[in-house]
Nanobody, 119 residues
């Protein structure tokens, strides 16, 4: 059974930092991309950052220069380092893995972790 387990959310003051982790297990196939998304109250879920199997990264404009996505293949874990946090970064953050298996693509999601940035 595929599981993505997130950790690292919490409450932080504006200007502070947090690091989110997403540990993957039970995946059969190849992970072609890993990503972080977020959903604020009353808003749609939005892309924050992605990292491809080749290591290429992509960031949403609001987080460029402040957030960094990375991975540790040996630990089957990937991360989101968030610096210079702003109140508008407050949201539930979800990790995502896009897996290719048996000639099909699958999306897997973590349970979400709350990030709250106080002003």
């Amino acid at each position: 059974q595929v599981r993505l387990v997130e950790s690292g959310g919490g409450l932080v003051q504006a200007g502070g930092s947090l690091r989110l982790s997403c540990a993957a297990s039970g995946i059969i196939g190849s992970i072609v991309a890993r990503g972080w998304y977020r959903q604020a109250p009353g808003k749609q879920r939005e892309l924050v950052a992605t990292i491809s199997s080749g290591g290429g990264t992509n960031y949403a404009d609001p987080v460029k220069g402040r957030f960094t996505i990375s991975r540790d293949n040996a630990k089957n874990t990937f991360y989101l380092q968030m610096n210079s946090l702003k109140p508008e970064d407050t949201a539930v953050y979800y990790c995502n893995a896009k897996v290719r298996a048996f000639m099909q693509d699958y999306d897997y999601w973590g349970q979400g972790t709350q990030v709250t940035v106080s002003s």
